[in-house]
C-alpha cells in the first residue's frame, strides 16, 4: 500500500511506471512503415537505417541491437517501447512523441528531438552525443549513468526530471521553463542560460561553480 504521505523530494522526483513487455512477437525491418501502427514486436538485430517513418507509431515494442543512423522519425510515436543497445550516429527525430520508454546502454550522436514530447521516459547507461530538446515537453524523465556531451533544452518545458551520475558536458537552459528538475546527480561542465535554471534544484557544489556565471548574468563585479 502507497504511503499517505510523501517527502517533498519525492513528490518532485520523475514518476516511472515499471515497462512490462511479454509475449512479444519477432519482427522484422519490412514490418515498419510510414504512418502505419506496429504493436506487440521485438526488432533484434534490425537494420533501419534511413528509413522513412514519419508519423509511425510504436506501442509495446522492444528494439534490441537495432540500428537506426539517419532513419527518418519525424512525428513519430513511440508508447511503451524499450530499446537496448540502439545504435544511431545521426537520429532526426523532431515532433516526436516518447511515452513509457526505456533506453538502455545505447550511443547516438545527434539526437533531434526538438518540439518533442517526453513523457515517463528513462535513459539508462547511454552515451549521448548533442541531444535537441529545444522546445520540448518533458515530463517525469530520468537519466542514469549516462553520459551526455551537449543538452539543449532551450524553450523547453520540464517537469520532474532528475540526473543520477549523469556527466553533463554543456547543459543550455536559455528561455526554459523548470519545475522539480533536480540537477544534483549531474556533473555539469558548462552552462549557458543560467535564468533558465529558476526551479532546478542543485547542490551547494554546483551553487559554487555556478555563482561566478550568477554574479556576470547580475553585472556583479567579484574581486579579491
Known sequence: ??????????????????????????????????????????????????????????????????????????????????????SAPSLPAPRSRWRGVEIEASRIGSAELYDGDLSGVL??????????????????????????????????TATRVAFEETRVDALDTTGATLEHVDLRGARLHRVAGVDGLRGATLSSVQAVELAELMAERLGIDVRD
Not at 519482427?27 to 509511425?56: H, I, K, M, N, W
Not at 552525443?129 to 551526455?148: P, S
Open 1 to 86: 500500500m502507497a504511503r499517505s504521505s510523501r517527502t517533498a523530494r519525492d513528490q518532485g522526483a520523475p514518476r516511472l511506471d515499471p515497462l512490462d513487455l511479454s509475449d512479444l512477437v519477432q519482427g522484422f525491418g519490412g514490418d515498419v512503415e510510414p504512418g502505419r501502427r506496429t504493436e506487440g514486436l521485438a526488432f533484434e538485430d534490425v537494420d533501419l537505417a534511413g528509413r522513412q517513418l514519419e508519423a509511425s507509431t510504436f506501442s509495446e515494442c522492444l528494439f534490441q541491437d537495432v540500428t537506426a543512423h539517419d532513419a527518418g522519425l519525424r512525428s513519430v510515436s513511440f508508447v511503451d517501447c524499450r530499446f537496448v543497445r540502439l
Open 123 to 156: 535513459v539508462t547507461g547511454c552515451k549521448l552525443g548533442y541531444v535537441n530538446l529545444r522546445g520540448a515537453k518533458l515530463q517525469d524523465v530520468k537519466f542514469v549513468d549516462c553520459v551526455i556531451d551537449e543538452l539543449d533544452l532551450g524553450g523547453a
